[in-house]
């Protein structure tokens, strides 16, 4: 079984300044990475994921993560935010899907409230 | 209308209605899904319908009654729910399991009283 952690539950920034959204997570099979992020009263929209390949994965919005394999981690970049980046972020991660009749559900993070400031 | 829609978009109940919550997506993927969404916990994967197959039942109580009749259309049958069953219920669908890019309509608050 997977499970994620997502180690701020609220991140308040800047406008203008770098932030880091970290997650970590725990499997004993190889997994798919994922990011997602909720804006109030809507669903939740992929920002990025990783499936294989490149370790660095970029996203919608200016957004990018780098897979960690030795430490377990996701961790959501961006070099300057705006106010519009406020939300909710959410670190998600899944099997591969063949392992004892797996169908890679995913398993989330608790997420990560982004509060940009003017 | 496009991507994947929810109804209603708030729902008030007492602990002995009978309602349903409706999802419909517009983008021809064969996955349907139901998310629990709590207040500080994680989103709780109830239901997965795959090529209108149910494949995941996440030991929901039998309170929650799914209904997939086409790859299009998730129902969420609701009976003598109870107050902890106050959430933001999110419907949301994919081409297909395995790694692939899940599509979130934007939920049903519901509120048991």
Not at chain 1, 38 to 54: D, V
Not at chain 2, 37 to 63: D, H
Request: aromatic share 12%; hydrophobic share 30%; charged share 15%.
């Amino acid at each position: 079984a997977q499970s994620v952690t997502q180690l701020d539950s609220q991140v308040p920034v800047f406008e203008e300044a770098p932030v880091e959204l970290r997650c970590n997570y725990s499997s004993s099979v190889s997994v798919y990475l994922f990011w997602y992020v909720q804006y109030p009263n809507q669903g939740l929209q992929l920002l990025l994921k990783y499936l294989s390949g490149s370790t660095l994965v970029k996203g919608i919005n200016g957004f990018e993560a780098e897979f960690n394999k030795s430490q377990t981690s996701f961790h959501l970049r961006k070099p300057s935010v705006h106010i519009s980046d406020t939300a909710e972020y959410f670190c998600a991660v899944s099997d591969r899907g063949n392992y004892g009749g797996s169908q890679g559900n995913l398993i989330f993070g608790k997420g990560t409230k982004l509060s940009v400031k003017p | 209308e496009t991507g994947v829609t929810q109804t209603p978009r708030h729902l008030v109940m007492g602990m002995t209605n009978k309602k349903s919550l409706k999802c419909e997506q517009h983008l021809g993927h064969n996955a349907m899904y139901w998310y629990k969404q709590s207040a500080k916990k994680p989103l709780e994967l109830m239901f997965v319908y795959n090529f209108k197959e149910q494949t995941e039942n996440n030991s929901v109580p039998s309170r929650f009654s799914p209904e997939c009749p086409n790859s299009s259309h998730l129902f969420l049958h609701l009976h003598t729910l109870q107050p902890e069953d106050s959430a933001l219920y999110l419907c949301a669908s994919s081409q297909d399991l395995v790694g692939e890019t899940q599509y979130f309509g934007p939920g049903t608050r519901l509120l048991v009283l």
